[in-house]
Structures are given as C-alpha cells and as structure tokens.
C-alpha cells in the first residue's frame, strides 16, 4: 500500500511552555510495496515521524494517507501496521511465542454472515449520512431564504435613505443566498434518490443476511465442520502456532520458541520484535533502527534479511536509521532528515553523487567528503586565488563558496593539478593508501584522499602533493548547491 | 551583570598539581557485618522488646494454666514457666500427667488445655467465622476497586492531583474517626444519610448498626416507624464498606507507583498490536502489574484477619461492643482475644493462657494461608 506524508509537523510542548518542532512540513510518498530509509542525525525527528505513521503521536499539523485513506486521525490499533521499537518492547512476562502472537490473538473476524452484515450496516449507515444531509439542505435552503428576506428589508432602508454602499452590500448578500439556495435546492432531489436507492439496498441487504443465516443452519446440519470454520471469529491455537512457527523460522529463532526474552541475546530479541511485527501481515512495516544493538556482523546479516523478507512479502516499509551506509545499502529511496527538516529525497545512488547541500553530502560517505574554500570572482571559481574550473561560468555575483570532493574523488598528477596539497600522513590500508593533509594554504581545512596502492612510491615521503578532482560539488556558504 | 568566565581544564589541573592529598588514614574499620549490625541496634532493641519479648511470652502464656503476672512469677513469663514446675498450689491442668514419679511431688501445670478451652469456646468459633466471612468479602474488593481507580488515575490528565489528593486523604485520616463517620452515614438518627435515601426511595429504614428493634424512625415527611430487627448482612455491609474504604488509599499508592514503572512502550507495542484498551490491561498491565498485586493481596488478607478497629469504630459503641443484642454479631478473632484479656470476660483477665492460645491458633491460620499464598503466585508473577 501506498503511503503518504503530506506537510506533516509534530511540535511537543515541553515543561515550562517550551516548543520543540521535532518534524517540519513533511512531504513524502512511499510508493506501494517499497522500502524507503529515513535517514539523519541523531534527534533530527525520525522516531516521532514514525511514531506518527503508526498512530501513536497525534501530528500537530499535516495529513498520513494509507493508500485512499487519510489515517491521521485513525488510533493505531487500526491502522494495520508492524512496528519494531528501537528497543524492541518485548512483553518480558510472555515467552517468545506468546509474543509472535499476541497480535494474531487481536484479530477478529466478523463470524459466519460477517459480509452480508457488514453490507446491512453500510447500507444503514449511507441511509443515516442521506438523511442528515437532506436536513442539512433544507435547512440551507430556508436559512438563504430568510437571510434574503432580511436582506430585501435592509435593501428598501437603504434605498430609502439613498445609501449606495449598502445597498450594494445587500444586494451582494441577496446574490450569494440565492445561489446558495439554488445549489441546495438542486441537491436535494439527488439526495432524495439516493435515500430512496440506499433503502432498497438496506431492503436487499437484510433479505441476503436472512438467507444467509438459513443458509448456514442448513450448512450447520449437512456440514458440521465447514459450518464451524465459516462461522470462526478468532484464529484457532493450531493456526496461531503454524504462523509463530514460520515467524519465528524467517527470523532464525524456531529455536527460542519457548524462552522469555530476558532469556535471549540483544540481537535475537530484535528479531523476535520483527518477527511480532510481521506476524499479522502489516501493511506497513516500520522500523525503528533495527539494527543499533547488534554486533557488527549481525547487523550485516540481519539488515540482508530484512531487505530479503521485505521483498518477499512487498509490505511497503519505512526504516530509520541514523547509519548512512545502512540506508544506503537497505532502501529503494533515502529522505535525509536535519533538525525535522527534509534535506533530499532521492534513490540512494542519487543521494550520494548528487548531494542537494552541504549537509547530505557531509551525511554521506565514509570518510567523510572534504570541503574547502574557494571563491566565485567574476563568473570563475577560484581555488587559492587560482582558476579552479575552467569548463564553467558561475554568476556574477562575487562571494565566498564551499568546494567538496569525496575522498575517492582524487587523480595524482604530476605538477600543476589544480588541488595542491600539503601532506601529512600517508596511511598504508590495504587495498589503498589513505593521504592525510590539508590544501595548501588552507590549514584548517582538514583532507582525506584515498587512492590506489599501486601510487605507493609516488607519495610516500613527499610533502606536497598535486591532485585534479574526477568530480567536485560547489556550495554556498549556508549549505545549498551552486548548480 | 559580570559575565561569568570558565577556567580552562588545564588551569584547574595546574592550581591543584602541588597541593598535598589527604594521607591514608589508619583508623580502624569496622568490618561491614558489624556496622549493619551496629545500625540495626536501635530498632532491634525497640523489636526486642514490644515485638520478641511479648511474643514470646506469649507462647509460654497459651501453654501454661493459670498464668499470671502479679504472682510469684513476676512479669517474665518463663519464670511463671519454672513456678509451674515448683508451686506445690499451683494446680495441674486436667487430664494431665501426674509427674510425682519423675518431680517428686510437682505437677505438670502446662500443656495443650488452653488450646482445648479456646477451640471448643463456640464463640471463638464464631469470630474466626466471621473473621474469615469479612476476609473473603473485603480483600478482593478492595483490591479491585484500587486497582480500577489506580488504573484510571493513571490515565486521566486533568485534575490528577486533586483526584490522587481526594483518595489519599483516608490514609491520613484516624480510623476510628473514619469508622464514626460511617457509623453517622448509615445510623437511623438525624445525618444517617444512608437510611434517608433509602426511605426517599420508598424503602423501609434499614436496621444497620445492631441497634434493637422498634426504636422510633423519623421519616422524611414526619411520621414515625418502628426500626426492624437488625440482620447480620445488613451490619456487615457497613462493616466491609468502611474497612474497604479505610485501606484503598495505600493500596492505590502501591498500584499507583507500580503502573508507573510500567514503560509505556509495552501499551504503545499492544495497541500497535492491535489489542483494545481492556486486553491491554488484562494481557500487559496486570501481569506487569503482578509482583505489586501479591504484596497488597497477601499484607490485605494480614490486615484483614487482624480486623478490630474497622468492627468497633462502626458500632462507636466501646472496645467491646460488636453488634447485636448479644454485643457478638460480627465480634473478630481479634475482638475476642481482646474480651478474654478484659474484665468483662469470665476470666475477669486472670487466665492470659485462654487469649495467648487464640492469638496462637489466629497466627497459625495467617502463616497457613500466607503460604498458600506465596506457592501459588509462583507461577503468576512475573518479576
Ligand atoms: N515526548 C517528547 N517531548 C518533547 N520533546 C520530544 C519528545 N519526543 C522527542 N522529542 C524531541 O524531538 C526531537 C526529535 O526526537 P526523535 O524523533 O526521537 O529523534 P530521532 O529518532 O531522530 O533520534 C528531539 O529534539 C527530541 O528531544
Ligand atoms: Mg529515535
């Protein structure tokens, strides 16, 4: 199902009268059966955004559509969703099991006739909003009628006393009740139709609901066992514990079945939290940065097996994280949150080669990118003093920029490359050499630039060094991109 | 306004390089068994002597005849122990054995006699009856009307605090002033508020405190009724309303600061869950709830079996007095031990072996069903 995020705004009013607006006009879609990562600092409001898809913090402003459905103000017992807390909320007195299925012991069907009941009191219910509309039209109508009465009164006064202004006014008044009284007038025989159409229905419904209850007396007799499954409203024990099982299975825990939680590691409770979470099959899958308590190999696997069974499932899924090389690898799309604001939203790939300011592309990336000042004087971009980019003309406007390059970003030259550089340190990694420093002149301006090993020999002992970058971001001193 | 200014760290660290610290002192310390012990003393000196010494005597007093304070034996009850032994007056209990073979010529002035006398007196039996009628009444409700009214002070916003006030006030209230209260509500004179109610309603008044029947009752409208026999029921309604209403205060407080401990998330999870606020209740707050909800059930079911003042403050009537003609109608185990040790009794509070017997057996049945208590919350709570 698809989700929808329209200017959604959460401010908490803390003690003292103090505002925190943890989420600011939010906008975003998740598209149906899709895994969307919110990323961003720690306290940058992504609990409190998924605290609200879920139904347990009221928005302060702004609408969540499920789908057609606006569910902003639907309670989450409701709203069918699967939440994993960021420290999983485990019911410590229920063994594992017991917790993969408490929410399948919440499920109720509507029994043996649920549909033709149901049908009965849709029908009742259209019957009711009719009726309450036709009211509400004919009292419209006779409201405009008394309102243009008082209105042609008022108008004679004012012609009498020869006021322009207010006869003006009252026409005005006469013209807008009239056309209010024309679209109510019109509307009700629509509405009396359909009173009249929906009570054939409900006439329909009952007849079907009757035939239906015979139908399953007879059913009752000639099939005992069928009459029992159709008319079930709660899961049986066996169906419970088939899906526990095969929860509990996806998740790698069939072992632990039996076990309280405080009997489980940190990284086996996170799964029997999103085995919980997946029992009822959500249709939304929120997930509160799963992966912070495990160990570093644990995490790996489990964040393959989440993407794995959300997959497998389609259920459209939001996971937070504050980890960028989680999101990256994990999500279809990343929105990048700083201090409640959406910084980008964008495929991961695009986050990352495409940053919209300076805060994604510090977010992202490891090691971080470097930044340095260069300068815009008449339309050229200037490193040092000296022409930076050649291919392109920058506006007229004179002022101060950020220059960024990631650390991979970097090709070694022999002389005359346009990043001169002041090293350091050369760190020996591996596969790579890592070159530690600053650009010259820039001391404050710390560098990272990764290169191959093969380049060994040309940088080890030098002290300066030349460099052109594949690729360079420009920035404005607040943060947004110089397209 | 002078701004303050911060030190740097390492101006601290300067200012305090050369000062000398304090040396090591060579005092003797105690060792840690001894300075608990030393901390306890007081108030094992206090329980010694009001808790461990009258229990104690106690035990000697419900196991020998003719116990007596005044007498040779002085005021420690093992002496009277020894006397029993060496008082050629002292008279042997019946049917006991004749010890002059083995003491020459004393007798065996102990032994289970005063347990005989209390369990055959039909009026002990009697008030262990309705001791434990009050028991079983009183203590579950109470605990479900604190945990309701805790649950919903829990949840409600607004006026919390005037609510938790108004529900804590019976706490800080004296409960034999609490008990006359209930004695005005539900008497058949002027501020019996229960009566005027119930003859408003067109009901006959109610005879609710014991008192003899065909005492005049004013109507509202004037005339007068005679006031019917008193029924047991009737007064022990009274009885249970007041002693429900003198223990919810502390009982709510425990819940209150139980369901605060209670991290919200597990009721966020359940509603995500898709569970109704009463299965959240029943399937999450209550177990969580638990270790709370044991210690209130087993101190309620103590406290009610040592029922006293919650019988006497609702007739207000004297230490004595428990309703009825005959002063007994729902006199407590506690009650009666209390009329052996009186003047009133046929004893004339001579024999305290008779009372030490009862508070003896009425020890035995608390210790019995506290056990039983404890064996079958094992399974139930979850801590
Ligand atoms: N119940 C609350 N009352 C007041 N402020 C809150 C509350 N919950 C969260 N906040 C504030 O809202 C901001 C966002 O919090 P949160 O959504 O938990 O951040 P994140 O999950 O991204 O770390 C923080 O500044 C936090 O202090
Ligand atoms: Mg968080």
């Known amino acids: ?483 | 306004m002078a701004e303050k200014t911060l030190k740097l760290p390492s101006e601290v660290y300067a200012e305090i390089k050369d000062k000398p610290l304090i040396g090591k002192r060579r005092r003797v310390q105690l060792p840690q068994w001894a300075v608990a012990w030393l901390v306890l003393l007081p108030a094992l000196v206090f329980l010694a002597l009001f808790m461990f010494y009258p229990i104690i005597n106690c035990f000697f007093m419900a196991f020998i005849r003719d116990f007596q304070y005044v007498d040779s034996g002085g005021t420690f009850a093992l002496s009277n122990f020894f006397r029993a032994f060496s008082d050629p007056c002292l008279q042997p209990f019946e049917g006991a054995i004749h010890c002059t073979k083995r003491l020459g010529k004393y007798f065996m002035a102990f032994g289970f006699n005063n347990f005989q006398t209390v369990l055959s007196n039909g009026l002990f039996l009697q008030s262990i009856l309705n001791t434990a009628i009050l028991v079983i009444v009183e203590v579950p409700l109470t605990i479900i009307i604190s945990l309701l009214i805790a649950t919903f002070l829990n949840n409600i916003k607004a006026l919390k605090g005037l609510y938790q006030t108004i529900f804590f006030l019976p706490y800080v209230t004296n409960s034999i002033a609490l008990g006359l209260v209930f004695s005005i509500l539900f008497s058949n004179t002027s501020g019996g508020i229960m009566n005027y109610i119930i003859t408003r309603l067109g009901g006959q008044p109610v005879n609710f405190l014991g008192d003899i029947a065909g005492l005049p009752y004013k109507m509202a409208d004037g005339t007068i009724v005679e006031l019917p026999a008193a029924s047991k029921f009737n007064q022990g309604i009274v009885i249970v309303v007041n002693s429900v209403w003198n223990g919810l205060a502390f009982k709510i407080l425990v819940f209150m600061a139980g369901l605060a401990t209670i991290d919200k998330q597990y009721t966020d999870a359940a509603r995500i869950d898709g569970a109704k606020s009463f299965t959240i209740w029943r399937r999450i707050t209550l177990p969580l709830l638990s270790p709370q909800i044991l210690y209130i059930t087993i101190t309620s079911f103590i406290g009610a079996f040592k029922m006293y003042t919650g019988v006497i403050s609702v007739y207000g009537q004297g230490a004595y007095y428990f309703g009825g003609i005959n002063k007994t109608d729902w006199m407590p185990v506690v009650g009666w031990i209390y009329l052996q040790m009186s003047n009133e009794s046929q004893y004339k509070g001579i024999n305290l072996g008779v009372p030490a017997a009862g508070s003896l057996v009425l020890l035995a049945i608390i210790m019995l069903i506290t056990a039983v208590q404890f064996g079958v919350s094992k399974k139930r709570v979850h801590y």
């Open chain 1, 1 to 483: 199902m698809e989700v929808r995020i329209e200017n959604l705004t959460k401010t908490f009013i803390g003690r003292k009268g103090v505002e925190t607006t943890a989420v600011n006009h939010m906008n975003f879609t998740i598209p149906d059966g899709k895994l969307v990562g919110l990323l961003g600092p720690s306290g940058c409001g992504k609990s409190t955004t998924l605290y609200m898809i879920a139904g347990l913090h009221k928005p302060t402003d702004g609408h969540i559509w499920f789908g057609d459905e606006d569910v902003t103000n639907l309670p989450p017992e409701n709203r069918g969703i699967g939440l994993v807390f960021q420290n999983y909320a485990l019911y410590p007195h229920l063994s594992v099991r017991q917790n993969i299925q408490f929410p399948l012991d919440n499920v109720r069907f509507a029994g043996a006739f649920g549909e033709e009941k149901n049908a009965v009191a849709d029908a009742k219910h259209d019957i009711k909003v009719t009726k309450h509309d036709i009211d509400e039209s004919k009292k419209a109508v006779k409201q405009a009628e008394a309102a243009i009465a008082k209105a042609k009164v008022k108008k004679e006064h004012f012609e009498k006393a020869e006021d322009a202004v207010g006869v003006e006014e009252c026409e005005e008044i006469i013209k807008r009740s009239e056309s209010l009284k024309k679209s109510a007038v019109e509307r009700l025989p629509k509405l009396e139709a359909h009173l009249v159409d929906a009570e054939k229905k409900l006439e329909e419904a009952v007849q079907n609901l009757e035939k239906a209850k015979v139908a399953f007396e007879e059913l009752k007799v000639k099939d005992p066992e069928a009459a029992k499954e159709k008319g079930k409203t709660k899961l049986s024990k066996a169906d419970k514990d088939a899906i526990a099982y095969e929860m509990a299975r996806i998740v790698d825990i069939d072992q632990y079945l039996d076990r309280k939680p405080k009997e489980l590691s940190g990284g086996q409770q996170q799964r029997v939290a999103i085995a919980r979470a997946l029992a009822k099959k959500p249709k939304v899958l929120l997930l509160d940065e799963p992966l912070s308590n495990l160990d570093a190999r644990l995490r790996l696997q489990t964040r393959e097996e989440i993407k794995r069974i959300q997959r497998e499932t389609g259920i459209t899924t939001v996971f937070v994280t504050h980890d960028q090389e989680e999101a990256m690898s994990i999500s279809d799309t990343i929105v990048v949150m700083k201090l409640g604001v959406v910084q980008q939203i964008d495929e991961p790939q695009k986050v990352y080669e495409e940053p919209a300011n300076l805060f994604v592309a510090k977010f992202l990336g490891s090691p971080a990118i470097n930044v340095f000042d260069g300068e815009i004087k008449g339309g050229k971009l200037l490193l040092n003093g000296k022409v930076f980019d050649t291919d392109k003309v920058y506006g007229k406007v004179d002022r101060k920029v950020k220059i960024a390059v990631r650390p991979e970003s970097f090709t070694l030259v022999k002389k005359g490359g346009s990043i001169p550089v002041t090293v350091k340190q050369v760190e020996n990694i591996g596969r790579d050499i890592n070159v530690v420093g600053h650009v010259e002149d820039q001391p404050e301006n710390h560098l990272k630039v990764i290169i191959p090993s093969e380049l060994r020999e040309e940088v080890l002992g030098k002290e300066k060094l030349s460099f052109n970058p594949k690729r360079f971001y420009v920035f404005e001193e607040e943060g947004d991109r110089v397209k």
